[in-house]
């Protein structure tokens, strides 16, 4: 069946460095979501990647989506306290529209 | 535009009693799911409804667990004589008819005693 890793699990940062988690599928996905959930938050949707290739910004986010569809990005470009949290890849497996969720990672950031 | 809406954000039930946890989509979804979390734990799936029917209900427990997403009013997660391992935190989405990100609402913190 299909397998889709999150890694890594935890990932601690001084402020202002660069802060990188993956999303590795060993089949293709039809798209993929990435969410945010800060400490005793709920998730929030950060982007939507569809197409193979796909690369897309917000501020100091970049999230990208490879060639083949079976792996993805989000990158942070000098972290903030703010940006604190875990962070999950999810996507939709078939027609079915519930998503199935990663595990996360956890990125603490040290100010 | 109101989110999603869930209430309580915290419950206490003792063992053997029932838990109703509600949730109001935002306005102009028509999808909505449930998922639980434990502590330092990722989202599990449960159940997805549409008004008045259940679409998947895969991630569910046969016994005690129950979803309705009735024509008027609010999704319910109903979980009857619950038990410790119930605790959890359990989150409720909704999304548009188009295949988009979900809104999540702040979800439901049940603890049992």
């Known amino acids: 069946g299909q397998q889709v890793m999150q890694i890594p699990q935890y990932q601690h940062v001084q402020e202002g460095e660069d802060f990188t988690t993956y999303c590795n599928s060993s089949?293709?996905?039809?798209?993929i979501q990435w969410y945010k959930q800060r400490p005793g938050g709920h998730p929030v949707f950060l982007i939507q990647?569809?197409?193979s290739g796909e690369v897309k910004k917000q501020k100091r986010l970049t999230f990208q989506f490879g060639e083949a569809k079976k792996n993805s990005s989000l990158h942070i470009t000098a972290t903030q306290t703010t940006d604190v949290g875990t962070y999950f890849c999810?996507?939709?497996?078939?027609?079915?529209?519930?998503?199935?969720w990663g595990l996360g990672t956890s990125l603490a950031v040290n100010p | 535009n109101a989110g999603v809406m869930q209430n309580p954000r915290h419950l206490v039930r003792r063992r053997g009693q029932e838990a109703r946890l509600r949730c109001s989509p935002m306005?102009?979804?028509?999808?909505v799911y449930w998922y639980r979390q434990l502590p330092e734990e990722g989202l599990k799936f449960m159940v997805y409804?549409?008004?008045?029917?259940?679409?998947?209900e895969s991630g569910m427990p046969k016994e005690r667990f129950s979803a309705e997403f009735p024509k008027e009013g609010p999704s319910i997660l109903r979980i009857q004589q619950v038990v410790r391992g119930d605790s959890a935190a359990y989150f409720c989405?909704?999304?548009?008819?188009?295949?988009?990100?979900?809104?999540f609402g702040s979800g439901t913190r049940l603890t049992i005693v």
């Open positions: 989405a909704s999304s548009p008819p188009s295949t988009y990100g979900y809104t």
């Open positions: 306005k102009g979804h028509s999808h």
């Open positions: 409804l549409q008004k008045e029917n259940i679409i998947d």
């Open positions: 089949t293709t996905l039809s798209n």
């Open positions: 990647l569809v197409k």
């Open positions: 999810a996507w939709r497996a078939g027609n079915n529209r519930k998503l199935i």
